[in-house]
C-alpha cells in the first residue's frame, strides 16, 4: 500500500513538472524570449508534422513551376531523429534505469533520472489529443477539398455545354423560344442543368446545379454571336 | 557494461545510421521508419528486460501498457501520415490542371468558336482561310500557337507572366481543319509515360479541332 501511495505520488511529480515547464515555455515563448520554431522543432514528439511542412513547401513550389525541393540534411530532418531517440529510446530508458536503480534501495526512492524519462514519456503521450485534433481537422479539409472539386468539375462541365449551345446555334441556327436541352442530345452529364432565359437567338442563360451538393450552383450567359461567347455569372 | 546501456547504445546507432542513409537516397519516410523500427525493438527489448527488474506487478502493468500505447499511437500516426503523404500535392496538382483546362478553354475555344461563327455567318469557302483571317497574330508560322496572354506580353515588355504552358498548331488545308495543342510544363495527366506534343513525358495536354462541323477538344493526357 506504500509502495503505491509513493509511486502516485512520484508520477503526481512528474505531472506537476510537466505543467511547470510548460507554463514556462508558453510563457517564455509569448514574451519572445524563445522561438517558437526553435522550441518546436527540438521537442516535437511528433515528427511526422515536419515531413508534412517539408512536402506542402515542395508542393507549392512545383505548382508555382519550381522544381521539387530534395530532403536536405538540416535542423528539420535531423530534428526527426532526434525526437525519435528522445522520446521513444531515451525517455523509456531512463525510466527503466530508474526503477531499476530504485529497486537496489532499501526505501525503493527513485532517482531523479526516473523524473527526468517519466516526463520525456509524459511530453511524448500528451501529443496524443493534438495528434487526434490534426485528424479530424484532415478529413474535414479533405471533404472540404472534395466540395470544391466538385465544383470546379461542374463549372467546367457547364462551359463545355455552353459551348455546345453555341455552336448548336451557330451551326444548326437552333436556338428559339422551344429551345431545350434535350435537343443538344448530351449524353453522360453528370450535373442537372435547366435554361432560365432565352432572348432570342443572342443571349441564353443557364443553371447548373449538383445532385451531391444541393448548395452548388452555377449560372452562364451565353452569346453565341459575340467575341466572348461564354460568361460565368455566378 | 550493463546489458541496458549496452542495448541503448547499439539501438541509437542503428537508428542514426539508418536514418542517414535513407536520408541520403532521399527516402525521408523509410528513414523515418527505420528509426521508429529501431525506437520500438528497443522498447520491446527494454519490456522484456523489466519484468525482473520492476519492484511489482503493478508497475511493470503500468509501463508495459504506457509503453505500447506510445508504440501503437506512433504506428497509427505513420500510417495515417503516410498515407496523405502525397494529398497536398496531388491536390495542388489537380487544381493546376483544372486551371490550365479552364483557361485554353477560355482562350483557345472561345476563339475559335468565334472563327466558326464568321465563317457560317458570312458564308466563308474555308475554316482554315477564316481563321487565318481573323487571328492571324495567333499563327507564328512555325507551328507555335501565340496566346493572347503572349500577345498582351508582347505589346507590355516589362510585364512577363509565364502560364506555364506551350502551344501549338497544325493546320490541315485538305481536311480544311486546324488544331491546337496546349501542353503544360506543370500539370500532370493521366498516363506518366505519355509523349507529349512538346516532346515532354506524361503532362496535361488538351487539343482543340476546329472544322466547319464545330469546335470539339479532347483531353490527350
Not at chain 1, 527526468?116 to 485534433?133: A, H, Q, T
Amino acid at each position: 500500500m506504500k509502495y503505491l501511495t509513493n509511486h502516485v505520488t512520484e508520477w503526481l511529480i512528474v505531472i506537476l513538472l510537466f505543467v511547470l515547464i510548460t507554463l514556462i515555455f508558453t510563457f517564455s515563448m509569448d514574451s519572445h524570449r524563445i522561438t517558437p520554431s526553435i522550441f518546436s522543432y527540438i521537442f516535437n514528439p511528433y515528427p511526422y508534422s515536419i515531413i508534412i511542412s517539408i512536402d506542402a513547401i515542395s508542393a507549392i513550389g512545383i505548382f508555382n513551376g519550381d522544381e521539387p525541393l530534395t530532403y536536405q540534411f538540416d535542423g528539420k530532418t535531423l530534428s526527426m531523429l532526434l525526437n525519435v531517440i528522445l522520446y521513444l529510446i531515451l525517455g523509456p530508458y531512463l525510466l527503466f534505469k530508474g526503477y531499476k536503480k530504485a529497486k537496489e534501495t532499501a526505501d525503493n526512492k527513485k532517482p531523479w533520472y526516473w523524473f527526468l524519462g517519466g516526463l520525456i514519456v509524459l511530453f511524448s503521450v500528451s501529443s496524443m489529443p493534438i495528434v487526434i485534433s490534426q485528424l479530424i481537422i484532415f478529413e474535414n479539409s479533405k471533404e472540404q477539398s472534395m466540395a470544391s472539386e466538385n465544383l470546379d468539375k461542374m463549372r467546367s462541365e457547364l462551359f463545355d455545354v455552353s459551348f455546345e449551345i453555341a455552336q448548336y446555334e451557330i451551326v444548326h441556327d437552333g436556338i428559339n423560344q422551344s429551345f431545350t436541352m434535350d435537343d443538344l442530345e448530351l449524353k453522360n452529364l453528370e450535373y442537372n442543368y435547366s435554361i432560365d432565359a432565352i432572348e432570342s437567338d443572342t443571349l441564353v442563360r443557364i443553371t447548373a446545379t449538383s445532385s451531391a451538393y444541393e448548395d452548388h450552383k452555377a449560372v452562364a450567359e451565353i452569346k453565341p454571336y459575340n467575341r466572348q461567347q461564354i460568361k460565368l455569372i455566378r | 557494461m550493463l546489458k541496458e546501456n549496452k542495448l541503448l547504445i547499439q539501438s541509437i546507432v542503428i537508428a542514426i545510421v539508418s536514418f542517414m542513409v535513407a536520408l541520403y537516397f532521399q527516402k525521408i519516410w523509410l528513414a523515418l521508419f527505420l528509426a521508429l523500427i529501431t525506437a520500438v525493438a528497443f522498447i520491446g527489448r527494454l519490456l522484456s528486460m523489466s519484468k525482473s527488474t520492476l519492484p511489482n506487478k503493478a508497475s511493470y502493468r503500468f509501463i508495459y501498457s504506457l509503453f505500447v500505447i506510445m508504440v501503437v499511437f506512433h504506428a497509427i500516426s505513420f500510417a495515417h501520415n503516410y498515407g496523405r503523404k502525397d494529398f497536398q500535392k496531388d491536390l495542388l496538382l489537380n487544381i493546376r490542371k483544372t486551371i490550365e483546362k479552364g483557361i485554353s478553354k477560355a482562350e483557345i475555344q472561345q476563339k475559335l468558336v468565334y472563327v466558326l461563327q464568321i465563317y457560317h455567318t458570312q458564308e466563308k469557302e474555308s475554316i482554315v482561310e477564316t481563321a487565318k483571317e481573323i487571328m492571324p497574330e495567333n499563327f507564328s508560322g512555325d507551328g507555335i500557337y501565340i496566346t493572347e496572354l503572349e500577345i498582351r506580353e508582347a505589346d507590355k515588355p516589362g510585364e512577363k507572366t509565364d502560364d506555364n504552358m506551350n502551344h501549338f498548331y497544325t493546320i490541315d488545308e485538305q481536311q480544311d481543319e486546324i488544331r491546337v495543342y496546349a501542353v503544360s510544363d506543370i500539370a500532370l495527366g493521366e498516363n506518366p509515360n505519355y509523349k507529349n506534343y512538346d516532346g515532354q513525358t506524361g503532362r496535361f495536354e488538351i487539343m482543340f479541332v476546329l472544322n466547319k462541323e464545330g469546335v470539339d477538344y479532347e483531353v490527350l493526357n
